[in-house]
């Protein structure tokens, strides 16, 4: 069974840090291409950023770009979100996304909180 | 970027009835079109990819069609587990966008 378990959510001011994490079993992570995609609160999807099974290439949303850096670690079959400079429109659900093929997500997490509030 | 319009943004039919959902993309995307389902309090869930084609374990009361610009999302015969958000998404290039989502509801 795929699990994806993200943790690392909390409430951080405006113009903090935050690092994402998301703890991957039930599939061979190393194979994958893997996303995060937020949600804000009472609003629709938004895709966040991607990274190809060994890390070599990145991409992120315009949004992001410049503040979050996506990782991943393959022996220890994680996926990280590094969150800088944040706003409070930043705030949001945030899912650890697998890709099965070229941008289809087969498999969420149940997300973690972040909240940014002064 | 490519934008992509959905329609409704909401909705309300029977139980029983055939719905559908479509979803418009600013530019050609071929077939790179996903759609999603998110219940209340829930994780998005794949149910159809590639315009059409249908993810295993979905019912087959869920079908999609279309190519281009223009998608279409049909439940042939509402359930009321059917209750949810449903969002088209494009794979066709950097950076991936999502519809802004219809919410179903039952009457």
């Known amino acids: 069974e795929v699990v994806l378990a993200e943790s690392g959510g909390a409430v951080v001011q405006p113009g903090g840090s935050l690092r994402l994490s998301c703890a991957a079993s039930?599939?061979?992570?190393?194979?994958?291409?893997m996303h995060w995609v937020r949600q804000a609160p009472g609003k629709g999807l938004e895709w966040v950023s991607l990274?190809?099974?060994?890390?070599?290439?990145?991409s992120y949303a315009k949004s992001v770009k410049g503040r979050f850096t996506i990782s991943r670690d393959n022996n220890e079959q994680s996926l990280s979100l590094q969150m800088n400079s944040l706003t409070t429109e930043d705030s949001a659900l945030y899912y650890c996304?697998?890709?099965?093929?070229?941008?289809?997500?087969?498999?969420w997490g149940q997300g973690t909180r972040v909240t940014v509030s002064s | 970027d490519i934008q992509m319009t959905q329609s409704p943004s909401s909705l309300s039919a029977f139980a029983g009835d055939r719905v559908t959902i479509t979803c418009q993309a600013s530019q050609d995307i071929s077939n790179s079109l996903n759609w999603y389902q998110q219940k209340p309090g829930k994780a998005p869930k794949l149910l159809i990819y590639?315009?059409?084609s249908l993810e295993t374990g979905v019912p087959s009361r869920f079908s999609g069609s279309g190519s281009g610009t223009d998608f279409t999302l049909t439940i042939s015969s509402l359930h009321p587990e059917d209750i949810a958000t449903y969002y088209c998404q494009h794979n066709d290039r950097l950076p991936y966008t999502f519809g802004q989502g219809t919410k179903l509801e039952i009457k």
């Open positions: 990274i190809n099974w060994d890390g070599g290439s990145t």
């Open positions: 039930g599939f061979k992570f190393n194979d994958y291409t």
């Open positions: 996304v697998k890709d099965i093929n070229s941008g289809v997500l087969d498999y």
């Open positions: 590639d315009a059409s």
